[in-house]
């Protein structure tokens, strides 16, 4: 190599900025070096480390109070607005900025303003007691009725409004322009009864897709543009959706390339999680496999215990904020199984690219091991978390083998093994990915033991939120840290280490015993949940996440 | 760009409810990032709010050369350094943080799950505001926003190749912030052979 090599570039091959001549060197430097490689490690782990930065965003009252800051702002003498260079007064459409920005109750818009005021309140109250009659189902319909409840309550955007322009009236008043209409609620359309729903999800494909996931295209580069607009603005700008595909109710939907062969070796192993969890999928997550085309639209069924789940949740977590963000959702797909912050991720995904997914499902053992393949071919997999007792862990690695279980370890360094009476996290933390760590992991999660004291200096920070979590169940009334440390400091060694965090466990006959035998006594009741984190490969920034987990 | 063009269209007529779609739009990503760069979530929001009437104010100025947004983006940033360097305003990152009200304990979640996802954010927010002003801007542009160079060079009012080698010592300041973090990061690279 006769060029010296130059981390600067290496940064701009990470940012997908480099082509030709360039490319290749830094290829080079990087097939050389373990070094750069390491480097460029790095620099990933960063980009993700922001990315997932939960995102902040303002209330629904913001847009008025900007509108009022432009009217107060063009009516000041020396304020130059722009529509000094507009069209005349004669030529001008909808209603000037300059006159009236927002205070629809003084327009003449057929009635008296009161009754405006009046319509917009007993509008709010309908929506509120239809969306406790409902009982929304699907957080589809959650989603819907906080979409009418942004379009036409001034709750928070009136307090924010008075706190910067107080100005009574002009944020409670309908944000919706004049000549169209207010989304309405499509509750009745849903069948609240016990049945399956079919909740729209848009899939990302192109993580199943390897050449498409290799590059990024112009559309991928502009998200901006593609960014829904919250609900209240017109709906003739907002960019269209993909229009969904109709899957039948309980009718498998054809699988995704490449997942066709997904087979039920794990999920037929008796006693797994996955196997239980097989028998009692209904229709289109029959066999585990994804119901994903290669269409942008698939649909997955949410029954109304998991909605009432999400339901019971969100009303758990009704903060101001959470409240706030429920208003601010556009729409609210499938997070039957979500908690805030991935659903958080998911909504960002989408107003960041609208083809982005968020997109959760159920998956074999195999489906695991192929969407792995695709991943590793154009897309990368950030983390895979497999959660479950130690037995199913054990028994999912056992089934994909070494060698894939030293892919999963190379690709996603974390496995948590859950067992019913403690928790029992592994992550693996060392330099390179070896087999007999990775082998180790089955027996380190049976070998593990709570409560552990890590003297190990990487691990300090998270074993000191370890023991932030210990003394809260101690408090709890859980019983207290256990033992030595013996097979912890087997897996801490030189290289590769695992390290195994034992978190606090809860439950009546408070902590288990970790091991496989014992584990084995739990999985009468196995918990197994794979959860897949895919982001694609580096030079593109923003990744879809695709959960699959197994459904009760 | 294309999506835009009719309300601006309309904006430039007057049409208020036009600008408002737009402001509607692009607050929450424009707030998104402003907030990094301005220290709290008030100022953030102020800085945002004259950012959108600037906008409307010079809006007939907007040739469309540039993205309605990348044009946007360029005049908060204007706004948010000067009124840094009029105010000097003390980084609170953090306070912005907490006030999100994101990082709510889910449901089901192991509360060791919680506090380490709620930790490791904290060390990400902190590091980054222990970064200068430009870098962190840069890093928040292209990591966060995924804007290209050429769109940061626009924002940023610099040439592509600062934009290059600003960001990637930006990055490896971060990286230098988050030594810890990334030792203990799930998601680090241990196996790269």
Do not use: C
Not at chain 1, 108 to 115: F, K, N, Q, T, V
């Amino acid at each position: 190599m006769s060029e010296p090599f130059s981390d600067e570039l290496l940064s701009a091959y990470l940012d997908g900025e480099l082509l030709g001549e360039e490319r290749e060197r830094v290829e080079e430097w990087l097939a050389a070096s373990a070094d750069h490689r390491r480097l460029l490690d790095d620099l990933k782990a960063i980009r993700r480390e922001l990315q997932a930065l939960p995102r902040q965003t303002l209330d629904a009252g913001f847009a008025d109070r900007v509108l009022v800051a432009i009217h107060q702002r063009t009516s000041e003498p020396n304020s130059p607005p722009s529509s000094n260079e507009a069209p005349p007064p004669s030529a001008q459409q909808g209603s000037p900025i300059p006159a009236e920005p927002v205070n629809l109750a003084k327009k003449d818009l057929g009635m008296p303003a009161w009754r405006w005021f009046a319509a917009g309140v007993a509008a709010t109250l309908l929506a509120m007691i239809a969306g406790i009659n409902a009982a929304p189902q699907t957080m589809t319909q959650i989603g819907r009725v906080a979409q009418v409840r942004q379009s036409i309550e001034p709750g928070e955007g009136a307090v924010g409004a008075a706190r910067k322009n107080p100005s009574p009236g002009i944020a409670a008043t309908p944000t919706v322009p004049p000549g169209e209409s207010v989304p309405t609620p499509d509750l009745a359309q849903r069948d609240s009864a016990d049945a399956s729903k079919q909740v729209e999800v848009r899939a990302f494909s192109r993580a199943m897709n390897k050449d498409a996931a290799k590059l990024p295209t112009d559309a991928d580069r502009q998200p901006k543009e593609n960014a829904p607009a919250p609900p209240g603005p017109p709906k003739a700008e907002s960019p269209p959706l993909p229009a969904p595909s109709v899957v039948a109710d309980g009718a498998p939907a054809a699988p995704p390339a490449g997942l066709e062969s997904a087979d039920e070796d794990f999920a037929d192993r008796p006693g797994s999680r996955a196997n239980a969890a097989k028998k009692s999928r209904a229709g289109g997550f029959a066999n585990g496999r994804l119901p994903a085309t290669s269409d942008d639209v698939v649909e997955l069924p949410v029954t109304s215990e998991q909605a009432d789940r999400a339901l019971a949740f969100y009303s758990q977590a009704a903060t101001r904020q959470t409240a706030q963000r429920l208003k601010n959702l556009e729409r609210v797909e499938n997070v039957a199984e979500a908690t805030a912050d991935e659903y958080a991720a998911g909504k960002a995904l989408e107003q960041q690219k609208e083809q982005d997914v968020f997109l959760k499902g159920t998956a074999s053992a195999r489906t695991l091991m192929k969407l792995m393949d695709v991943a590793g071919d154009g897309v990368q997999i950030a983390a895979v978390e497999v959660t479950g007792n130690e037995a199913e862990v054990a028994a999912l690695l056992d089934t994909l083998g070494v060698s894939e279980a030293r892919k999963l370890a190379t690709y996603s360094q974390v496995l948590r093994a859950r067992g019913a009476g403690g928790v029992v996290a592994m992550q693996a933390n060392g330099q390179k990915a070896g087999g007999e760590g990775v082998e180790s992991i089955p027996k380190a999660a049976a070998l593990a033991e709570p409560g552990v004291e890590s003297p190990a200096k990487p691990v300090a920070k998270a074993d000191a939120v370890e023991k932030k979590v210990a003394k809260a169940e101690e408090e709890k009334g859980v019983a207290g840290p256990g033992g030595g440390s013996e097979a912890r400091d087997k897996f801490r060694g030189n290289s590769p280490a695992v390290r195994m965090r034992s978190l606090a466990g809860s439950g009546a006959a408070g902590r288990e015993p970790a091991s496989l035998s014992g584990a084995a006594e739990q999985s009468a009741q196995p918990q197994l949940r794979v959860r897949l984190v895919i982001v694609p490969a580096a030079a593109d920034p923003i990744g879809p996440t695709i959960e699959l987990e197994p459904q009760e | 760009v294309s999506d835009d063009a009719p309300l601006i269209e309309r904006s430039l007529r007057g049409d208020s409810a036009a600008f408002g779609s737009l402001v509607r739009k692009y607050q929450d990503r424009l707030f998104n990032t402003v907030v990094h760069v301005a220290g709290s979530r008030e100022e953030a929001e102020d800085v945002a709010q004259e950012a959108f009437v600037q906008a409307y104010v010079k809006l007939s100025s907007f040739h469309g050369e540039s993205a309605f947004y990348t044009w946007l983006y360029r005049i908060a940033f204007n706004i948010a350094v000067s009124r840094r360097r009029r105010k000097k305003a003390e980084v609170s990152l953090d306070a912005g943080r907490e006030e999100s009200g994101r990082e709510v304990a889910h449901d089901g979640e192991a509360p060791g799950e919680h506090l380490l996802r709620q930790e490791r954010a904290s060390l990400v927010h902190s590091a980054l505001a222990a970064l200068s002003e430009e870098h962190r801007a840069i890093l928040v542009l292209r990591e966060m926003e995924g804007f290209e160079y050429e769109q940061i060079s626009e924002i940023l009012d610099l040439p592509t190749g600062t934009v290059r080698s600003r960001l990637h010592r930006a990055r490896l300041q971060l990286r230098e912030q988050l030594k810890g973090v990334l030792q203990d990061s799930a998601v680090l690279n241990f196996g790269s052979d």
